[in-house]
């Protein structure tokens, strides 16, 4: 029933990939040269997951996701200009600087909450995809966690409720190995989180989440399940993060054996070298989509330094639609 | 449940909940309604506000698992989407296992948003003493939502205000806490308006007077009037101020109250320290400090979780002596 | 390794198990005659649970119970007149009446907290079983809870810590099939809650909960298992709550047969036949326990009436330690 | 890290709450630290404070899954077998996940037992604005905790005081909530005398003056000399009042300060309305009402989500310029 994709989902695939490593390349070192100030969650390492998984949803599905999450959220097709803006704190930004990168907002693309709190994303994920169902407009919601987020109880009640509920919603857990300094097995006590979701009758899928192809495949059945009124489904995607926790971590909690193998594991050329060798592109027309990103980045970039910033009068709005402005 | 008629002579609020929802349910197909038990088979909600709901509205109506945080949560996610979740918090103390959700996301996700999307749900929860429930079933919190911006508070007093203000909450834009105190919800007053709204943040004078300004809402609406009357008999004219919204509180009704008689007690079943009252008390000092006659008296509970025995549970609430007391203290 | 129970034993349960439904009994019969006002969470069916698990347990173990909790209480050794006494509200209750039922606490027989917020007793069982795994004192903490408990936050997050931890723990989860008015079905997304386990690593162990040598077989090799190192277990008993939620309850949300199929397995009688058909006492000797029962119910009762009603000026006592009286 | 010694000029907070936990587990081996990455493979702590402590107490110092319910529980557990757990939740808001354990049990248990059992738990929790971490990561909630009876809420603002309350939580027996200030951490002041504790319940002078009393606590602490220093050249004499302990009140201290200046700003970092500021206005109002000589004035956050970007952030806080006005404004 489910089909492999095709060159050109292949190539959607790598051009999301691109761009988000291109954005994240570029966040960190306009961060040290100074021009942005923010804490940063990079998600470089990871992201093979989002990129795969978006080429398969609608525009109008519904994305929460994490303070690591520019990731989920370019791949999902927020425009990297308004994410510039956001984090330079300028009013054109997709919540005029009041979020931050730990709350951006953009419902047109369906990326509906960013959450930094560990966990709390999948109950507003149910809420998004009982309107869904409610509504029976179709939308699935993809909802995005680490590893260290399935130790909480909002896993545990979200999990429960959105099976009970036959609720059309993807849970992603993007394993990274690490939450902050926290090695897996520190915090949690089985190997494979795909494994709770036996624990709510609800099948859990077990990824490597640097491969396209794998995580594709996981996430079309996922889709096409909750999209049918299947329920929800639990896909666990093991990836790294190369950047540690946010920037300016140093990494000594992870042993260099362990981080060299996980950068030799680095999905971004590895898939690269695939669809070279696989003949869905050469090296040329990769290295053409790399530089159109690149340029789209150097105007994202622009764009947010020649917005204004934000009137100070808007830290009293938004409170209340009602608010006294 | 739907064919009570303008003719009804009194209603409780447990009715006038009832319609409230009903009524808002046949009026926008966005309205859901879930928490513990909500649903008919699982008995229509502790204290029976929702029963017939999930029988007229279907799916719209759900009981769920005891998961406060998911599916107070889910309400936050549905709420994003231009639903208008109402849930019940069985009890007001449970909100302790599931504040995240409301704190920092259904109070947070407009302004962190910059004002993209709005929280438009209502969460419903009972409390109060006087039933031994004990330390953790009869707790007063609404000071910790007070003190949280982006969530209004709402406490009735009477079947109508009930209504009118759960019609209100429910329209309203952004996130209400709804607090319903369990003595009062049996108790018939003037029935409800249908179709009326009131519009949350306006206190209503329940009582007009000269002499002193008592302020209240939810339980000590129940003893205000009775304090007062009391009073009347030995010449002493209480107003008394129905805040019924407690946040944002309504300071053109309290000032203009207190400007009259320059003389206030605050009543609430909360303990007493860090409450509501503090914060009542300190914006009527900022704007008529000059103007007072007496410093403002705070009653209040004991500041000590709730007894268990029933002697012990009466002492821990105000009582109607320190009431009078406080409102003679500030004639002294 | 494990041993079948003895007669001395197997009558220590059936001891156990009269004490707890005859106080019930008088409980609700007290209260209905109007002298005794509480919220009551009778547990009359489910006695054969605590009275099986808590012969194996020493006088130092912990217990953590919740509201539905006597059964547990007296098993464990609580007092009955210190319980009659702070159901009445006398500076003789286990509390000077400031507890009630929702909160019985008595340290001396190890019955630590009872808690009224659904899943809130694991968590504080993982602290004292950690208190006894830091100073080595051998105790284990048994943590009781219902099936609707099994649905919360706080659940998914004690039993993760328990076994990463390795605590000396057994959590019991004492499934009456309903949670207040909500059956299991509505509530839960799979059949066992003894297989959420799985999802810690833990072992599992689903029982019949109104067979005493079920109970404590399960009871034997968790408490073992604990005491010697072995980490945490979960036991799910089966069983039902014969007088509703809470005294008051019509019980409409029970259907009939099932109602009636729940008290034909009632576990007292049931237990009686057992112990005389295998010879472990004839019905003069269990009446005689009986008996002796219902003479100790009377002076418990007795003693609380007599007991002096708390001093009112408690109500601002015990909020700190240094608090001023 | 145990081998500073009093010549020590300078002392951080870090340094210095890194000390008193070092200091009360070697003198008490029932004292036990647990919280997310405390344990020195995560790195001792988010902040660093809880460094070098597992390496020389092994098991008694653990890093924990994200579990902040359940971790707090069980130091509630520990405590009430006379543990003496310090455990440390990451950031303040985290505290949405675990209020249940927090104020229905540890702030209740005593209480609820009938003085059977004690609580003598404390929790570290740090916050702050400044650090651009957005509506989440930098809330001041102090004030839900000190409207719950049972739990006493410390707020220090120095190295000595913070080693000095740190020992004295530990030693106290009732629960403690322990809140850091991010800014403050590595700002060098005098270094604590070890072994030392300060019994909770105190306020400091910080500044003796005159002719109006300045009250804050946690970071208003910055802020307050600055601001004192400024209106001194302009002959307005403050007297500053550091809180250190936010619940109970030290109203002793507060109200012979007011005694002798009649006029009274508050100022803290939380949000204004229904914060701290209010319960200490009105208890001096209660108190001092004739002898004050303007209302009282308080200085806070906007009652709004912390934002984001950098000038917002800085917009969302009080200033130095509001606070001299209201200074001023007493004094016109
Ligand atoms: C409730 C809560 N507790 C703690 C934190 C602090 N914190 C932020 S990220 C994080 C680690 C999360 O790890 P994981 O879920 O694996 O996601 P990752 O960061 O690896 O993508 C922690 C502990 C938080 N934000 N919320
Ligand atoms: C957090 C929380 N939510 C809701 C309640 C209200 N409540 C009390 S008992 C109960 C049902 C619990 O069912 P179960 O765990 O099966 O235990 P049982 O009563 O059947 O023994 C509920 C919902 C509560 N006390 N705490
Ligand atoms: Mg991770
Ligand atoms: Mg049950």
Redesign the interface.
């Known amino acids: 029933m489910n089909a492999a994709p095709d060159s050109r989902t292949l190539l959607a695939i790598y051009r999301k990939m691109s761009a988000i490593k291109h954005n994240d390349e570029r966040f960190i070192s306009t961060m040290l040269a100074g021009r942005l100030?923010?804490?940063y969650y990079s998600a470089r390492g990871q992201e093979c997951i989002p990129a795969a998984i978006s080429v398969l949803l609608r525009d109008d599905d519904?994305l929460?996701t994490i303070y690591r999450g520019v990731h989920d959220m370019i791949a999902k097709g927020v425009p990297p200009r308004l994410i510039w803006a956001?984090f330079a704190?300028r009013s054109t930004?997709?919540?005029?600087?009041?979020?931050?990168?730990?709350?951006v907002?953009?419902?047109e693309s369906g990326c509906?909450?960013t959450?930094?709190?560990?966990?709390?994303g999948?109950?507003?994920?149910?809420?998004?995809?009982?309107?869904?169902q409610?509504r029976g407009d179709g939308r699935v919601?993809v909802t995005n966690f680490g590893d260290?987020?399935s130790?909480?109880?909002?896993?545990?009640?979200?999990m429960?409720?959105a099976?009970?509920?036959k609720l059309p919603l993807v849970f992603v857990c993007q394993n990274n190995r690490y939450?902050?300094?926290?090695a897996l097995a520190?915090?949690?006590?089985?190997e494979r989180i795909a494994?709770?979701a036996?624990?709510?009758?609800?099948p859990g899928l077990h990824v490597d989440g640097n491969d396209p192809l794998a995580v594709y495949a996981a996430a079309q059945e996922a889709i096409e399940r909750a999209r049918s009124g299947g329920g929800p489904t639990l896909i666990e995607a093991m990836t790294f993060r190369f950047n540690g926790h946010l920037i300016g971590d140093s990494g000594?909690?992870i042993p260099k054996p362990e981080y060299a193998a996980a950068v030799a594991a680095d999905p971004y050329p590895r898939y690269r070298r695939w669809l070279a060798d696989n003949g869905h592109a050469n090296a040329g027309e990769l290295d053409a989509i790399d530089a159109a990103i690149k340029a789209e980045v150097d105007a994202a970039m622009q764009f947010a330094f020649d917005s204004p910033?934000?009137d100070?009068a808007?830290?009293?709005?938004?409170?209340?639609?009602?608010h006294a402005a | 449940m739907t064919i009570q008629t303008s003719k009804a002579d009194k209603a409780t609020i447990v009715q006038a909940l009832n319609w409230a929802l009903d009524d808002a349910m046949a009026a926008d197909d966005q309205v859901i309604v879930f928490g513990e038990e909500v649903a008919d088979p699982e008995g229509g909600g502790l204290m029976k506000v929702t029963q017939g709901l999930s029988t007229k509205y279907g799916s719209r109506v759900r009981s769920t698992p005891i998961s406060e945080m998911a599916f107070t949560g889910a309400a936050v996610g549905a709420a994003i989407t231009g639903m208008r979740p109402v849930i019940e918090i069985m009890l007001m103390n449970f909100l302790a296992v599931c504040m995240d959700p409301i704190t920092n996301h259904a109070a947070k996700l407009r302004f962190m948003s910059g004002g993209q999307t709005s929280v438009p749900m209502v969460i419903r929860t009972m409390t109060g003493s006087g039933f031994q429930t004990g330390g953790q079933h009869s707790d007063f919190l609404e000071a910790w939502f007070c003190h949280t911006p982006g969530i209004k508070v709402v406490m009735p007093s009477n079947a109508a205000d009930a209504y009118g203000l759960m019609l209100g909450a429910i329209r309203d834009p952004d996130p209400v806490l709804f607090v319903e105190h369990l003595l009062s919800y049996w108790t018939p007053g003037e029935p409800p308006e249908r179709g009326k709204a009131i519009a949350l943040g306006k206190a209503r004078i329940a009582r007009p007077g000269r002499d002193v300004t008592l302020i209240g809402y939810s339980r000590s609406m129940m003893d205000l009037p009775v304090v007062a009357q009391k009073l009347a008999g030995d010449g002493i004219d209480c107003e008394i101020v129905d805040l019924r919204t407690v946040s944002p509180l309504d300071m053109d009704t309290i000032l203009g109250s207190v400007r009259k008689t320059g003389r206030v007690v605050i009543v609430h079943e909360a303990v007493k320290s860090f409450g509501v009252g503090a914060e009542v008390a300190s914006r009527i000092y900022e704007s008529l400090f000059r103007e007072l006659k007496a410093p403002i008296a705070r009653v209040a509970s004991k500041d000590a979780p709730v007894p268990f025995a029933k002697h012990l549970e009466a002492a821990f609430l105000y009582s109607h002596a320190e009431i009078e007391a406080a409102v003679r203290g500030t004639l002294l």
Chains 1, 3 share one sequence.
Do not use: Q
């Open positions: 100030s923010m804490p519904y929460v956001e704190g930004g997709t919540c005029k600087g009041k979020g931050g990168p730990m709350h907002t953009h419902p509906m909450v959450t930094g709190i560990v966990g709390a999948m109950p507003i994920g149910c809420g998004l995809a009982l309107s869904a409610l919601t260290g987020a130790n909480i109880g909002a896993f545990h009640e979200s429960n409720l099976s009970v509920w939450a902050e300094h926290t520190t915090g949690t006590s089985i494994d709770r036996a624990s709510y009758g609800m000594d909690y910033l934000t100070v808007e830290v009293t709005r938004d409170v209340f639609a009602d």
